[in-house]
């Protein structure tokens, strides 16, 4: 298929979705909707299309809310503290090791990541206020799990609705078992998707875990933190492994198998690593501001990406670094080559569909280019601007851009410009496997990974191998077309 015929499939299909909306739908989402060309300069963002809106009512939506971005995202991975859902047991449930991270510790001993919590709000709450019903749970959970370092209370809507003041609570509370219990306004109706959550968790990092002391790890010349890196199958493990190896020392990883500790250890780094600029980028920008450490984005994910990664970050630091950087990655360039080697003949020429949340939609479109795949379509759940303007120089031809898909569009999207396979998150991944197209979840890896650095690409490519040239695909048959 030959670029200019691969565009016009894709905006012909492009109106065709919009041609079914009601009048005033279609001209809301046209505005959501686009084909993206390599450093096309006449668009502000990639496809032209505009982000961050509120999705039209009635319109389903794949996007989580603000809790979801504050307790799922930043603040639930932080190991050795209890997030409690403050609310009716529904958020708490469904947010429960919603995200796969690996962590160090025992469970309910010195690490909670796995537990749920929550207030557990009934109707006579709504009415008379959950102030106390949240001191006394706060309370029993500094006597049964005595090692926890700290609390943050994660605001589900009605706190919101009927005005609980939880920063009174919280410092009631703080002063009750000497311990940090951190307020967390993140209910889910605020904003337009879970991306304002993201920043409120960083508001409160900023205001109450930057304001107190860490322990003392002293200091060198190549202290750095990683940010934005969940751990999700052992992310931020594989990625450590080389900037270690390249000499530098890693005092912080946020948030995947992060501490307390860690988090108040952060503005001690010399440089910060952000990899998930979309839910990280505001923490950043304030560290840079108030304590004038610098911050880099990186990109993991295929070696082409980590190749360059690593000599950017090297270039930060002395000519020593550099040289380790140059080692590290001829290292490793054998062991890649050889995973090309086997995977790229049974890969080459695939078509991609993506459709993630934050960083992923180019994040790793590069890790599929290694392997001679290409990317046709891809999109955000809840980006801004600057996540579609960056996707710009990600991608190298024509490519259906959409932002806060529904099912809809992605249905008809796969059935006009037939992806060989989808990468998506999970509420996806089962109508696209009962249309009979291969899918790989992106927001879990499938409970495999990790997928960073280069021990995550051998196994990100064998799993896309799996996934694409698996013989169960011919047996399968979707029901609506059976019928």
């Known amino acids: 298929m030959g670029p200019e015929s691969l565009e016009s499939i894709q905006k ?12 005033k739908a279609q001209k809301d989402r046209a505005k959501h909707l686009g084909v993206g060309l390599p450093a096309d300069e006449s668009q502000k963002t990639c496809g032209g299309v505009q982000s961050n809106k509120k ?16 307790k799922g995202v930043v603040w639930g991975p932080v190991k050795d503290m209890v997030h409690i859902s403050h609310g009716p047991v529904g958020c708490s449930q469904y947010s429960r090791s919603g995200r796969r991270n690996y962590y160090i510790g025992s469970t309910g001993v010195d690490t909670f990541v796995t537990m749920n919590f929550t207030t557990d709000f009934q109707e ?6 959950g102030d106390k019903k949240l001191t006394k749970a706060i309370e029993e959970i500094n006597e049964l799990f005595p090692l926890v370092k700290g609390v943050s209370v994660q605001s589900e809507c009605p706190i919101g609705l009927i005005g609980d003041d939880i920063q009174a609570t919280a410092k009631k509370t703080t002063a009750l078992i000497n311990k940090p219990v951190i307020p967390v306004s993140c209910e889910g109706f ?9 920043h409120i968790a960083n508001d409160a990092i900023r205001d109450h875990v930057f304001t107190s002391k860490g322990s003392d790890v002293g200091s060198t010349p190549y202290d750095v933190a990683i940010i934005g ?3 999700i199958g052992g992310d931020a493990w594989a990625s450590r492994i080389l900037l270690e190896e390249m000499g530098l020392r890693v005092i912080a990883q946020w948030s995947g198998d992060a501490t307390l500790n860690e988090l108040r250890n952060g503005p001690k780094a010399k440089l910060n690593l952000l990899h998930c600029y979309r839910s990280m980028n505001y923490v950043s920008r304030h560290m840079e501001q108030e304590f004038n450490i610098p911050w880099i984005e990186y990109n993991f994910f295929g070696p082409s990406k980590t190749y360059e990664s690593l000599r950017k970050i090297a270039s930060q630091f002395d000519q020593g670094v550099q040289d380790n950087a140059e080692k590290v990655i001829a290292k490793y360039k054998p ?9 790229k003949p049974r890969l080459e020429g695939k078509k991609v569909m993506l459709y993630v949340g934050g960083l992923r939609p180019r994040h790793v479109i590069g890790a599929y280019e290694d392997l001679g795949m ?21 991608i190298q031809r024509s490519t259906v851009i959409y932002d806060d898909a529904n099912e809809y569009e992605l249905e008809a999207f796969c059935k006009r410009i037939k992806p060989d396979i989808v990468a998506a998150g999970v509420k996806e991944k089962y109508t ?29 490519a064998r799993d896309m191998d799996m996934a694409i040239n698996s013989p169960v695909w011919g047996h399968n048959k979707a029901p609506w077309d059976a019928a």
């Open 12 to 23: 012909s299909a492009l109106e065709d979705i919009l041609k079914k909306y009601p009048e």
């Open 55 to 70: 999705t039209v009512p009635g319109v389903m939506s794949q996007r989580g809310c603000a809790y979801a971005g504050s």
């Open 124 to 129: 006579r709450d709504i009415v008379f206020g």
């Open 190 to 198: 605020r904003g337009v998707s879970q991306s304002l959550g993201h």
């Open 229 to 231: 890196d969940y751990n």
């Open 335 to 343: 062991v890649m080559d050889a995973v090309l080697d086997k995977y």
């Open 374 to 394: 290409e990317i046709i379509g891809t999109g955000y759940e809840f980006a801004h601007n600057d996540d579609y303007s960056r996707t710009t120089h990600e």
């Open 432 to 460: 696209f496997q009962k249309m009979g197209l291969p899918f790989r979840q992106m927001h879990s890896w499938d409970y495999s990974g990790p997928y960073h650095g280069f021990d995550g690409f051998a196994i990100f």
